[in-house]
């Protein structure tokens, strides 16, 4: 049987406590970004790739299991656990750094990343973005970026289950 290596793109995931390394090597400005990416769907990647191109890099931050639990999106999400979520965040041209969080929002890893562009989904007013008074502070920009595809992976989990 032949011997395979590790795809390329498992090296842009990295451990929060492996970000200060790795963020030296991401050109600036920065974007961030955050969420479950339970299901991946055309939507997610349409607002990922806007996500990018306001900036020259990408730090996507996932919610951890036990953060989506926290959430209340439904007892038995996510579907995908967050290894598998990772992995197929990093295979998308448009992320460079993948990595996670436990708490309830992302601030803390905003106020470690420093990004000077803080991005969200058309749910979320620029005001309500956590991490956006910071990142303005320091001369940033927050964007929300607005939905063009009427898809949510709740919507695919109600189709599934027949709802």
């Not at 963020?23 to 970004?33: K, Y």
């Amino acid at each position: 049987m032949a011997e395979y290596a590790t795809p390329i793109f498992e090296k842009k995931i990295c451990p929060p406590e492996q970000l200060i390394q790795q963020l030296a090597s991401l050109a600036r400005p920065l974007v961030f970004t955050n969420g479950c990416f339970d299901i991946l769907h055309r939507g997610h990647v349409t607002y990922l790739a806007q996500a990018r191109a306001l900036g020259a890099a990408m730090v996507v931050a996932l919610n951890t299991d036990e953060s989506v639990k926290r959430l209340g999106k439904g007892d038995d999400r996510p579907i995908n656990p967050l290894a598998n979520r990772a992995a197929v965040m990093a295979s998308l041209e448009s992320v460079d750094l993948v990595t996670w969080f436990d708490a309830d929002t992302p601030f803390e890893l905003i106020e470690l990343i420093q990004p000077e562009i803080l991005v969200k989904g058309g749910d979320w007013k620029p005001e309500h973005i956590v991490g956006s008074r910071e990142v303005l502070a320091r001369g940033g920009a927050v964007h929300s970026i607005p939905f063009l595809f009427d898809t949510s992976t709740t919507k695919t989990l109600q189709l599934i289950r027949g709802e």
